[in-house]
């Protein structure tokens, strides 16, 4: 069975950080892309930033580029979201989702994504 735990959230001020978890269990790691998107109240889940395990490679959303860094701990199946220089309209919930995405168009697109974690709440306070 799938799994996928976001954890890491809380409450900082802005230009704090914080670092997000994705632990995972259930699937071949380094087969999977795993992606961290964010869904603020009253807006539409975007997403953050993703990582393809086995590459290596990764990318971000214009709104957290220079901010946020994506890592991966394959000892540990684990996903880290460092976010660096957070700002107010960087609360939202946090979640995790993987897939083995064997074709893609943009892996920053949540359709992209079978697997799902529950979310983890950052509030960022001015």
């Known amino acids: 069975e799938v799994q996928l735990q976001a954890s890491g959230g809380g409450l900082v001020q802005t230009g704090e950080s914080l670092r997000l978890s994705c632990t995972t269990s259930?699937?071949?790691?380094?087969?999977?892309?795993i992606g961290w998107f964010r869904q603020a109240p009253g807006k539409e889940r975007e997403g953050v930033s993703y990582?393809?395990?086995?590459?290596?490679?990764?990318d971000y959303a214009d709104s957290v580029k220079g901010r946020f860094t994506i890592s991966s701990d394959k000892a540990k199946s684990t996903v880290y979201l460092q976010m660096n220089s957070l700002k107010p309209e960087d609360t939202a919930i946090y979640y995790c989702?993987?897939?083995?995405?064997?074709?893609?168009?943009?892996?920053?697109?949540?359709?992209?994504?079978?697997?799902w974690g529950q979310g983890t709440l950052v509030t960022v306070s001015s």
């Open positions: 989702a993987a897939d083995r995405m064997s074709t893609y168009v943009d892996p920053l697109d949540d359709y992209e994504y079978d697997y």
């Open positions: 259930g699937f071949p790691f380094e087969d999977f892309v």
């Open positions: 990582i393809m395990i086995r590459e290596g490679s990764t």
